[in-house]
């Protein structure tokens, strides 16, 4: 949960940075480069301004998503260990996840771990 609350945070404050070039390009009709030098943009900064539009408004469905638990925040498998003989492989070593003494389905190490705390 921790996890999921930090990655809304930071697509936030991507969204209001987001919302702020916006704002700037519409107002000044220009692309704020650095610190006071700007890119006039004349014609082109309705274009700009409706990508900064989609790409917030974007921003805001995936935080909708995450935030009611409908997009799934997958972690990366690095290392697994085999339930059964305890043995543990590199996840890319394994074929389709199986451990190749036992033929069964290895689990993540750090879930592992945290399921038999009291046993190691």
């Given amino acids: 949960m921790h996890n999921k609350m930090k990655i809304i945070f930071q697509m936030l404050i991507l969204f209001l940075f987001i ?68 043995e543990s492989y590199n996840y890319i070593d394994l074929k389709d996840g199986m451990c190749p003494k036992c033929d069964i389905k290895t689990i993540d190490i750090e879930e592992y771990y945290s399921k038999n705390k009291d046993k190691n």
């Fill in 19 to 86: 919302l702020f070039i916006g704002y700037d390009t519409y107002i000044n009709h220009a692309f704020n480069v650095y610190y006071g030098y700007y890119i006039q943009l004349e014609f082109l900064y309705i274009p700009m301004l409706l990508f900064f539009i989609v790409l917030g408004l974007f921003l805001l469905y995936k935080i909708y998503l995450i935030y009611t638990g409908k997009e799934i925040i997958t972690k990366k498998i690095e290392y697994s260990i085999c339930p059964k003989c305890k």
